[in-house]
């Protein structure tokens, strides 16, 4: 009878711990966050994604796009050529520092879609000429999002004239001038709401909630991000950006899909930059700074001491080097694309991008036991 | 058939642990569809997905769109009619026909457990478990009996005994007891357990875990069938099982296995269950302990009926195995892995780029994954080779619906092993349809380079 007892307690014991338990996937409750685990402290690399390079590196993009905006109210007041060229450089930077920021998609920025709102490309030209004629339009629709953001500034800016004069003329000694003004005036103050949202709620409570997140479940912090930072360079860097404009995906070339069309020369320069913020990203690299704290790459490495495997961190740093040495060798990529059908080069070039994704994908989330993307089923 | 083994099938037990068995399965059964139901797999495993993964064989069988829920639903019935024991007989080969169906529909889905709770279920229909305290027995008092062949109890047993034993032989391996692995990398990443997370970046605790587990699945058949280990044997089922629930997604299986072990006790225990579970639902067991021997008419169907059990297992015991027929690593090729109780063993993931040519123009573009499949179902096929060869032949013939002609399909293909370096999986250079499914040893993949020692 005692040990029947016994027996029963035990079963009682499991079925309470059944109920418990989460099945694994909602947030981990039960974890308590004041535990320092001893090889890696997940929370020191959340502190300092959020604290050095996350939460600077959108200020900073916050800034060079009020620097915009208030360059472009420079010229209206002085529709000058040299105000007109203030406009461009101050237009590049911020898209050069935006493809320091583009990688963050996740809190705030993912529930407003911040990436789709602010560079969708290529852009709607029609749509743009259309809006710009009527002088309506809702820019917060989803289906307008390829009529704004950086690339619709990019066609307005370099697409629609071939010189400064004629432009100029076009935005300010013209029928639809006024409309042609309301519409950039409109495409910036968006990018900048939508842009100050984003900064507002990390700067808010979103920074603790990322941080606190600490655990190792599917909705914690780092496997949630690291699958979003490998999305995005899959997607939108090695794709969205090579890919796709040379045809690897449907087998023709297609040009027009590159970014900053009306400006080739930057495409190149766009893509440098967004393999820059992945790589520092990765090494942890505090932003516009040399110091660097916890990040994938010592995460790796910290595992790797008690694996004593192949140094996987140092593979992932050689090929991303090896990458961005053969882009940077490259043409600009609209005069690569159009020399030789298929461009091989660029093909070439892309393979060793390419390369990057298993070492991610495979190698890097299996080392960390973070599931790619949310896959809710039992295991054995 | 030897003397010994012809008195062995003439010996009877009581009925009761057949009888508890009965119950709790399926019960738990139906407590395993509604949580799957409640968890919206129905729809984001079998509905959602465009395609689904077959099994060689069993192509035909396929979700049945919105008629799925149909067949879940007939699927929980049949084991509430298990667990009453009312019409057992049909209730359990509905049971077994439509939880194989579900299973066979797509294998991106596969667990052992699953396949288990098949075979198990399939044992199930040709034991007399409806002979005791079901509503077929009371329905029917002269098919009711309190006693039964031994032979039958000791099935479930046998069964139960080969799982935890093989498995247990799966893990002496070089990987598991030299290099602590997949633990080593799995457990680190369980540091916000509770109590236990600190431990888990331990190095001996990853060597404590894998040898541990190993020695538990190798002697839990023992400490269960010798009644003086058999409550350190339970309890350490209880503690292995609510362990691995705690630190792994394996859903219902621990519960499954910890409950199903009862099986092992002595009856005294059984009749207390169930004179818990009559006290509680006011049922008469009296009526049930009617002193009736089922002692089935020799005959030839008995004798067959007997022949195919003994076959079923010895296909059991043998299945396993086949993997010697192939050659290469089998964690590798994974040729002969599945339905052979090789559970948690590796860490293995992938990534498969599949390239489309048009062989007489040599124009040819990637094919974009997601596009096709879901990221579950991305993630099995990446690192499968049947899977990696079935998604090849879909795409060919979507790609030829398209209008494209003359396709060959290249894969490049690299998979992580237990924490080694990721390698070219699938020979790149092989039109994938110039192959087809067969049990034939797949040549295109590449080979390991590597060496796993053991069994």
């Known amino acids: 009878m005692k040990k029947t007892g016994y027996l029963l307690s035990f079963v009682v014991?499991?079925?309470?711990?059944?109920?418990?338990?989460?099945?694994?996937?909602?947030?981990?409750?039960?974890?308590?966050?004041?535990?320092?685990?001893?090889?890696?402290?997940?929370?020191?690399?959340?502190?300092?994604?959020?604290?050095?390079?996350?939460?600077?590196?959108?200020?900073?993009?916050?800034?060079?796009?009020?620097?915009?905006?208030?360059?472009?109210?420079?010229?209206?007041?002085?529709?000058?050529?040299?105000?007109?060229?203030?406009?461009?450089?101050?237009?590049?930077?911020?898209?050069?520092?935006?493809?320091?920021?583009?990688?963050?998609?996740?809190?705030?920025?993912?529930?407003?879609?911040?990436?789709?709102?602010?560079?969708?490309?290529?852009?709607?030209?029609?749509?743009?000429?259309?809006?710009?004629?009527?002088?309506?339009?809702?820019?917060?629709?989803?289906?307008?999002?390829?009529?704004?953001?950086?690339?619709?500034?990019?066609?307005?800016?370099?697409?629609i004239e071939v010189d400064d004069t004629t432009l100029i003329a076009l935005l300010t000694n013209n029928a639809n001038s006024v409309n042609q003004q309301d519409y950039v005036a409109a495409l910036l103050a968006d990018m900048v709401s939508l842009t100050d949202d984003v900064v507002g709620q990390w700067e808010g409570t979103y920074r603790d909630?990322?941080?606190?997140?600490?655990?190792?479940?599917?909705?914690?912090?780092?496997?949630?991000?690291?699958?979003?930072?490998?999305?995005?360079?899959?997607?939108?860097?090695?794709?969205?950006?090579?890919?796709?404009?040379?045809?690897?995906?449907?087998?023709?070339?297609?040009?027009?899909?590159?970014?900053?069309?009306?400006?080739?020369?930057?495409?190149?320069?766009?893509?440098?930059?967004?393999?820059?913020?992945?790589?520092?990203?990765?090494?942890?690299?505090?932003?516009?700074?040399a110091t660097t704290g916890e990040s994938l790459e010592s995460y790796l490495q910290a595992l790797n001491t008690v694996k004593d495997g192949a140094d996987l961190a140092e593979l992932i740093n050689d090929q991303m080097d090896a990458a961005r040495e053969i882009v940077s060798a490259l043409d600009d990529f609209k005069t690569e694309i159009e020399a030789a059908n298929?461009?091989?080069?660029?093909?070439?070039?892309?393979?060793?991008?390419?390369?990057?994704?298993?070492?991610?994908?495979?190698?890097?989330?299996?080392?960390?036991?973070?599931?790619?993307?949310?896959?809710?089923?039992?295991?054995? | 058939m030897t003397n010994g083994f012809k008195t062995y099938l003439e010996k009877n037990i009581e009925a009761a642990p057949l009888a508890v068995f009965r119950i709790f399965f399926g019960l738990m059964m139906l407590g395993s569809i509604i949580r799957f139901w409640a968890n919206g797999w129905i729809e984001s495993l079998y509905i959602t997905p465009s395609f689904h993964f077959t099994y060689y064989g069993f192509e035909w069988v396929k979700p049945l769109g919105s008629l799925t829920y149909v067949l879940f639903f007939v699927c929980a019935i049949a084991a509430v009619g298990v667990a009453l024991g009312f019409k057992y007989r049909w209730a359990i080969v509905v049971f077994f026909l439509s939880f194989t169906y579900i299973e066979l529909?797509?294998?991106?889905?596969?667990?052992?457990?699953?396949?288990?709770?098949?075979?198990?279920?399939?044992?199930?229909?040709?034991?007399?478990?409806?002979?005791?305290?079901?509503?077929?027995?009371?329905?029917?008092?002269?098919?009711?009996?309190?006693?039964?062949?031994?032979?039958?109890?000791?099935?479930?047993?046998?069964?139960?005994?080969?799982?935890?034993?093989?498995?247990?032989i799966a893990k002496l391996n070089s990987d598991w007891l030299i290099e602590a692995l997949p633990l080593k990398i799995w457990l680190p990443s369980k540091f916000s357990t509770p109590i236990i997370g600190n431990l888990l970046a331990e190095?001996?605790?990853?060597?404590?875990?894998?040898?541990?587990?190993?020695?538990?699945?190798?002697?839990?058949?023992?400490?269960?069938?010798?009644?003086?280990?058999?409550?350190?044997?339970?309890?350490?089922?209880?503690?292995?099982?609510?362990?691995?629930?705690?630190?792994?997604?394996?859903?219902?299986?621990?519960?499954?296995?910890?409950?199903?072990?009862?099986?092992?006790?002595?009856?005294?225990?059984?009749?207390?269950?169930?004179?818990?579970?009559?006290?509680?639902?006011?049922?008469?067991?009296?009526?049930?302990?009617?002193?009736?021997?089922?002692t089935p008419k020799k005959s030839f169907t008995l004798n067959l009926k007997h022949g195919f059990i003994t076959l079923f297992f010895v296909v059991q015991l043998l299945f396993p195995w086949r993997y010697i027929l192939y050659p290469g690593e089998l964690f590798w090729t994974e040729e002969g892995y599945r339905f052979s109780w090789r559970v948690m063993l590796m860490e293995k993931a992938g990534y498969a780029q599949f390239k489309i040519v048009d062989k007489k123009t040599n124009v040819w573009f990637y094919v974009d994954n997601k596009d096709f499949l879901t990221p579950f179902q991305e993630k099995q096929m990446s690192f499968q080779p049947d899977f990696i060869l079935e998604y090849a032949h879909y795409l060919k013939e979507h790609f030829e619906n398209q209008g494209h002609k003359n396709l060959g399909v290249y894969v490049d293909c690299y998979v992580t092993l237990n924490g080694r370096l990721s390698k070219p999986f699938i020979d790149p250079d092989q039109d994938l349809i110039q192959h087809k499914e067969s049990f034939k040893h797949k040549t295109w993949i590449l080979p390991f380079k590597d060496e796993i020692k053991g069994i």
């Open chain 1, 13 to 159: 014991l499991a079925i309470t711990i059944w109920a418990c338990s989460s099945d694994g996937s909602s947030t981990d409750a039960g974890s308590s966050d004041d535990e320092v685990p001893v090889t890696f402290d997940r929370g020191a690399m959340l502190t300092n994604w959020a604290d050095n390079i996350i939460i600077p590196s959108y200020q900073a993009f916050q800034v060079q796009l009020l620097d915009l905006q208030s360059a472009y109210e420079t010229f209206i007041s002085d529709q000058s050529v040299s105000n007109l060229e203030a406009v461009r450089v101050a237009w590049e930077s911020a898209y050069k520092e935006w493809q320091h920021v583009s990688m963050f998609e996740i809190g705030p920025a993912e529930s407003i879609g911040y990436r789709l709102n602010m560079n969708t490309f290529p852009a709607d030209t029609d749509l743009i000429d259309a809006f710009i004629a009527i002088g309506t339009f809702d820019l917060s629709l989803p289906s307008n999002r390829d009529a704004k953001g950086f690339p619709a500034l990019d066609y307005i800016l370099n697409g």
């Open chain 1, 209 to 289: 909630t990322f941080v606190e997140n600490d655990g190792s479940s599917a909705t914690a912090s780092v496997d949630r991000f690291v699958n979003d930072y490998i999305f995005y360079y899959e997607r939108f860097l090695r794709a969205g950006k090579i890919g796709i404009p040379i045809g690897v995906f449907s087998g023709t070339t297609e040009v027009n899909t590159l970014e900053v069309l009306y400006k080739p020369e930057l495409s190149k320069s766009m893509f440098l930059e967004g393999l820059n913020a992945v790589q520092d990203f990765f090494n942890g690299k505090h932003y516009s700074s």
């Open chain 1, 342 to 380: 298929p461009p091989v080069p660029m093909f070439l070039a892309y393979d060793e991008v390419q390369k990057i994704v298993p070492l991610f994908k495979v190698d890097m989330v299996s080392a960390m036991s973070i599931n790619i993307d949310f896959v809710d089923a039992d295991g054995d």
């Open chain 2, 105 to 168: 529909m797509d294998k991106t889905t596969y667990l052992n457990h699953y396949y288990f709770i098949s075979i198990l279920s399939f044992l199930l229909i040709f034991l007399p478990a409806n002979a005791y305290f079901s509503l077929d027995a009371k329905k029917n008092p002269q098919n009711a009996f309190d006693q039964i062949p031994k032979w039958t109890v000791d099935s479930i047993k046998l069964l139960l005994g080969m799982v935890y034993f093989y498995a247990g």
């Open chain 2, 203 to 294: 190095e001996w605790v990853h060597y404590a875990f894998s040898w541990g587990g190993a020695i538990y699945d190798l002697v839990i058949p023992f400490l269960l069938l010798y009644s003086r280990t058999r409550y350190l044997g339970f309890f350490l089922v209880v503690v292995f099982h609510l362990l691995t629930r705690v630190l792994f997604p394996i859903g219902m299986f621990p519960y499954i296995m910890i409950v199903s072990a009862l099986i092992f006790f002595d009856v005294r225990l059984h009749h207390k269950i169930l004179g818990f579970i009559s006290k509680y639902l006011k049922i008469s067991k009296d009526s049930f302990d009617n002193g009736n021997i089922l």
